[in-house]
């Protein structure tokens, strides 16, 4: 037994007439705006999107740095002098802060330290102010 799958003619008839009511001539226009503003809406949620999972993306970056800077013993303070553009630039950007800044203290060690020689006459004395005056304790 073959059974008829297509609606009725009466069915067909009131989709057609319901097609033929929003695809009048005047209906277009409203259509064409409804589905400007649909697509305005989907761009505006997509962009809200992306931003937002931009700044997701850079506070897990700082986050990284931050661990990265406390594991050198390094400032937090430095955090804004580093490129968060990705997760390789910033232990780039850490590698290169912590060399610059072990090198700068290194030199300003031993420019303390030279100073610090013991002369003749009292070395135990000197050498006393001189590491006094190196932590700063002056006056002792």
Not at 80 to 108: C, K
């Amino acid at each position: 037994m073959e059974e008829n799958l297509s609606p009725p003619p009466e069915e067909i008839k009131d989709i057609v007439d319901a097609l033929d009511e929003v695809l009048e001539p005047d209906a277009l226009p409203n259509m064409q705006t409804i589905l400007t503003a649909q697509a305005l809406a989907i761009e505006a949620r997509d962009r809200a999107l992306r931003e937002r999972e931009e700044a997701l993306h850079r506070r897990e970056l700082a986050a990284e740095a931050l661990t990265l800077l406390e594991e050198k013993g390094l400032p937090r303070a430095l955090l804004p002098v580093l490129n968060l553009a990705d997760s390789d630039t910033v232990r780039q950007g850490v590698a290169q802060i912590e060399a610059a800044f072990r090198t700068a203290m290194r030199e300003n060690f031993l420019s303390l330290v030279a100073g610090l020689a013991p002369k003749a006459g009292n070395p135990a004395g000197d050498a006393q102010r001189s590491i006094s005056t190196l932590f700063g304790n002056k006056g002792e």
